[in-house]
């Protein structure tokens, strides 16, 4: 590595540190209802949609709520997909999206997975892109926030049922959050030659004098939501490695930014709610105590003499951007569940490899998918104050409420289900032979290729390792299903918390109380997301990526 790589990744952390209590600060007040500048499009949502902004809703009601929002975004996108070549602004006459495609899709970006089994360019018209997945990328991202809102209600309200309204805190986060911060990076990333523009394809001759049809559209507006909302969907095919889509060193940084802004912010945020900034902090320190660890044996994986003798490989890596960068966006997009790449994943080092299938193993927590990423981590953090109060022998309390039996169970459940769709999904899909038909590599990078997809999919991240062959009907529909498991198999678990928790006394603190913001309980909560996800995975990350960095040492590549 050289100094400028170095430089690189501490521009990078620097202007993520300086970023998050700024943006930290200004979500809490909007959370808190302190900013109403956009008050006149907020009550207009309101009045168009029936919705009554004072009426408070209870764990169950908020889900009802949250599925019921989600049914009809998949709905509309499945819809509008299947009736494409019948509806404008289909330039180049795009047949319809064959069903099942339309299905994996709609599941996809509805689950904020993003998950593509297509080309856009060659599948899906303007309309399609902007009326079906740009929406529901914002759709989706707002959902993951509304949650989170409502399990920080759940944790601070005292003796009350309500958890505030789904209707006003999704408001909220698209009005005054998600939607002003995709205009400004949509211009940014526009100046920079990000395209955006309804003109046709273009056509031109190479130099061999054959002709090249150029894809174009309204691409900016959709990749600053895709990254900002942990989406991850490429307008191309190519995703962000599309020079159309990512054509210079600022829009590069520009998107790997937006891929962790406001994930990185909400832990800011959370300290705010909670009235103790410190322990937000804590969170960030621990998510980026976890990144920075992945990225560290990413480089020197991709960079060492020894795993890649002599030359560094550029192969399925941007020359553009050089490693580093292609690595700090493939540890960046993993953790944050956000699936955009600039580089081909299949073709890291098997331990670069394995660091970004590993990211997504612990549950996509480190920092995670807007909102999604918080209560993903809380999950952690109430598993951690229960273990820790069984060590001690007494009742484990945090932020004053006393975690039992019940929440617990949740706990568990929130966290094991998206586990073991993606062992139950890889592991029949490792003997059947429909599905060992899409492999585009044999041995451990094989094995690696099936679980990346299965737990890319479980874990609602997006990305995929490639090689593997997914416009299938047996992937389309298997992953669907697992988008689904993983996205409302962690949302509704921690729902029933949030509601169990929002009617429990908050108990003031006393000699006996176990701290959590300090040092002790960051090591802990380490601790227990590594061998949470070390437990679960550590056999099969074995079989793929670490056996196959073994016998590339030797000689042998797949």
Same mark, same amino acid.
């Given at each position: 590595?050289?100094?400028?790589?170095?430089?690189?990744?501490?521009?990078?952390?620097?202007?993520?540190?300086?970023?998050? &209590?700024?943006?930290?600060?200004? $979500?809490?007040?909007?959370?808190?209802?302190?900013?109403?500048?956009?008050?006149?499009?907020? !009550?207009?949502?309101?009045?168009?949609?029936?919705?009554?902004?004072?009426?408070?809703?209870?764990?169950?009601?908020?889900?009802?709520?949250?599925?019921?929002?989600?049914?009809?975004?998949?709905?509309?996108?499945?819809?509008?997909?299947?009736?494409?070549?019948?509806?404008?602004?289909?330039?180049?006459?795009?047949?319809?999206?064959?069903?099942?495609?339309?299905?994996?899709?709609?599941?996809?970006?509805?689950?904020?997975?993003?998950?593509?089994?297509?080309? /856009?360019?060659?599948?899906?018209?303007?309309?399609?892109?902007?009326?079906?997945?740009?929406?529901?990328?914002?759709?989706?991202?707002?959902?993951?926030?509304?949650?989170?809102?409502? %399990?920080?209600? /759940?944790?601070?309200?005292?003796? +009350?049922?309500?958890? #505030?309204?789904?209707?006003?805190?999704?408001?909220?986060?698209? @009005?005054?959050?998600?939607? *002003?911060?995709?205009?400004?990076?949509?211009?940014?990333?526009?100046?920079?030659?990000?395209?955006?523009?309804?003109? *046709?394809?273009?056509?031109?001759?190479?130099?061999?004098?054959? !002709?090249?049809?150029?894809?174009?559209?309204?691409?900016?507006?959709?990749?600053?939501? !895709?990254?900002? #909302?942990?989406?991850?969907?490429?307008?191309?095919?190519?995703?962000?490695?599309? *020079?159309?889509?990512?054509?210079? *060193?600022?829009?590069?940084?520009?998107?790997?930014?937006?891929?962790?802004?406001? &994930?990185?912010?909400?832990?800011?945020?959370?300290?705010?709610?909670?009235?103790?900034?410190?322990?937000?902090?804590?969170?960030?320190?621990?998510?980026?105590?976890?990144?920075?660890?992945?990225?560290? @044996?990413?480089?020197?994986?991709?960079?060492?003499?020894?795993?890649?003798?002599?030359?560094?490989?550029?192969?399925?890596?941007?020359?553009?951007?050089?490693?580093?960068?292609?690595?700090?966006?493939?540890?960046?997009?993993?953790?944050?569940?956000?699936?955009?790449?600039?580089?081909?994943?299949?073709?890291?080092?098997?331990?670069?490899?394995?660091?970004?299938?590993?990211?997504?193993?612990?549950?996509?927590?480190?920092?995670?998918? +807007?909102?999604?990423? $918080?209560?993903?981590?809380?999950?952690? @953090? %109430?598993?951690?104050?229960?273990?820790?109060?069984?060590?001690?022998?007494?009742? &484990?309390?945090?932020?004053?409420? !006393?975690?039992?039996?019940?929440?617990?169970? $949740?706990?568990? %459940?929130?966290?094991?289900?998206?586990?073991?769709?993606?062992?139950?999904?890889?592991?029949?899909?490792?003997?059947?032979?429909?599905?060992?038909?899409?492999?585009?590599?044999?041995?451990?990078?094989?094995?690696?290729?099936?679980?990346?997809?299965?737990?890319?999919?479980?874990?609602?991240?997006?990305?995929?390792?490639?090689?593997?062959?997914?416009?299938?009907?047996?992937?389309?529909?298997?992953? #669907?299903?697992?988008?689904?498991?993983?996205?409302?198999? @962690?949302?509704?678990?921690?729902?029933?918390?949030?509601?169990?928790?929002?009617?429990?006394?908050?108990?003031?603190?006393?000699? /006996?109380?176990?701290?959590?913001?300090?040092?002790?309980?960051?090591?802990?909560?380490?601790?227990?997301?590594?061998?949470?996800?070390?437990?679960?995975?550590?056999?099969?990350?074995?079989?793929?990526?670490?056996?196959?960095?073994?016998?590339?040492?030797?000689?042998?590549?797949?």
């Amino acid at each position: 590595m050289k100094i400028t790589d170095f430089i690189q990744i501490g521009i990078y952390i620097a202007v993520l540190v300086f970023l998050t &209590p700024l943006l930290g600060t200004y $979500m809490a007040r909007v959370f808190e209802g302190r900013i109403r500048a956009g008050q006149w499009l907020e !009550k207009s949502i309101y009045r168009v949609c029936g919705i009554d902004e004072n009426e408070e809703m209870d764990w169950l009601d908020y889900t009802k709520a949250v599925l019921f929002f989600n049914l009809l975004g998949f709905i509309f996108l499945f819809l509008v997909q299947i009736f494409q070549s019948y509806l404008p602004l289909n330039l180049y006459r795009l047949p319809n999206v064959p069903w099942d495609l339309a299905f994996n899709t709609a599941m996809s970006f509805m689950t904020n997975t993003n998950w593509q089994s297509y080309s /856009g360019e060659t599948t899906l018209s303007y309309l399609t892109q902007m009326l079906g997945l740009t929406v529901q990328n914002f759709l989706s991202a707002a959902t993951g926030i509304a949650v989170f809102l409502a %399990l920080v209600r /759940g944790l601070t309200n005292r003796s +009350v049922s309500a958890l #505030g309204n789904f209707w006003v805190n999704t408001v909220h986060s698209l @009005v005054y959050i998600l939607i *002003p911060l995709s205009i400004i990076v949509a211009i940014l990333l526009a100046s920079q030659g990000v395209v955006q523009t309804f003109n *046709p394809y273009k056509e031109i001759k190479s130099l061999q004098g054959e !002709k090249i049809v150029l894809p174009l559209g309204p691409a900016a507006s959709q990749i600053a939501i !895709k990254q900002l #909302g942990t989406n991850g969907g490429g307008y191309f095919g190519a995703n962000s490695t599309h *020079p159309f889509e990512n054509p210079t *060193p600022l829009s590069n940084f520009l998107e790997m930014l937006s891929i962790l802004l406001i &994930p990185a912010a909400l832990t800011y945020t959370y300290g705010v709610l909670i009235k103790n900034k410190k322990h937000g902090w804590l969170l960030f320190i621990v998510m980026m105590l976890l990144w920075g660890g992945g990225l560290a @044996v990413s480089l020197w994986s991709e960079y060492s003499s020894a795993a890649v003798p002599l030359v560094t490989a550029l192969e399925g890596q941007e020359t553009r951007f050089g490693v580093t960068n292609s690595l700090i966006w493939a540890t960046a997009t993993t953790a944050a569940s956000n699936g955009s790449v600039n580089a081909m994943h299949s073709s890291l080092s098997p331990l670069a490899g394995g660091v970004a299938l590993f990211n997504m193993m612990l549950g996509e927590i480190v920092f995670g998918g +807007v909102g999604a990423g $918080m209560y993903g981590m809380l999950l952690f @953090v %109430l598993m951690t104050v229960f273990l820790a109060g069984l060590m001690v022998g007494r009742t &484990p309390e945090y932020l004053g409420k !006393k975690i039992e039996q019940n929440e617990i169970k $949740m706990v568990i %459940l929130a966290i094991l289900l998206p586990s073991v769709v993606v062992l139950i999904g890889a592991g029949f899909s490792c003997v059947l032979p429909v599905a060992l038909a899409s492999l585009g590599n044999k041995g451990p990078h094989g094995l690696s290729e099936i679980l990346y997809a299965f737990t890319s999919a479980a874990n609602n991240n997006g990305s995929a390792f490639a090689g593997l062959s997914t416009n299938t009907l047996y992937y389309i529909l298997l992953l #669907g299903l697992a988008m689904l498991i993983g996205r409302f198999g @962690v949302i509704i678990p921690c729902l029933v918390i949030a509601g169990s928790l929002a009617i429990k006394k908050i108990a003031p603190p006393s000699a /006996g109380t176990f701290s959590t913001d300090n040092t002790l309980f960051a090591a802990l909560l380490v601790g227990v997301i590594m061998i949470v996800g070390a437990l679960t995975f550590f056999p099969s990350l074995c079989l793929g990526p670490i056996i196959e960095h073994l016998l590339m040492l030797k000689g042998h590549v797949f």
